[in-house]
């Protein structure tokens, strides 16, 4: 999937498309669609590896059972790239919005921050 949002950003990157397209931003929602459904999964996994990480270190301080701590590393080696796979597809939505709403013609974000 990485590559895939990568490369779907690179294309909207190298547009030179003149805003706005109503028809691209259509097709850019879709892809933000995907992307948010991937995004929840991705945050659910994360939550319950949390959850699981607290919990076997947890049990590892009470217990000092060698077996959970091996569980306890195992889990915190599989939590950290979770964490850094979600704030790639967080940040890969965050931009698609940006492109989307430049297509779309929507410029209340920017009226707003001129308003300041």
């Not at 939590?79 to 209340?108: A, C, S, W």
């Amino acid at each position: 999937m990485r590559k895939r949002y990568t490369a779907y950003l690179s294309y909207l990157r190298n547009l030179s498309q003149p805003a706005p397209d109503p028809e691209l931003a259509s097709r850019i929602l879709v892809q933000i669609q995907f992307a948010q459904n991937e995004r929840l999964i991705h945050l659910l996994v994360t939550l319950f590896f949390g959850l699981f990480e607290a919990i076997a270190f947890c049990v590892l301080v009470l217990t000092s059972n060698l077996g959970a701590g091996v569980f306890a590393l195992l889990l915190l080696v599989l939590l950290v790239p979770y964490i850094f796979h979600y704030y790639f597809l967080e940040n890969t939505v965050q931009e698609m919005y940006r492109y989307y709403d430049k297509y779309e013609g929507e410029t209340f974000l920017e009226d707003t921050m001129k308003r300041k």
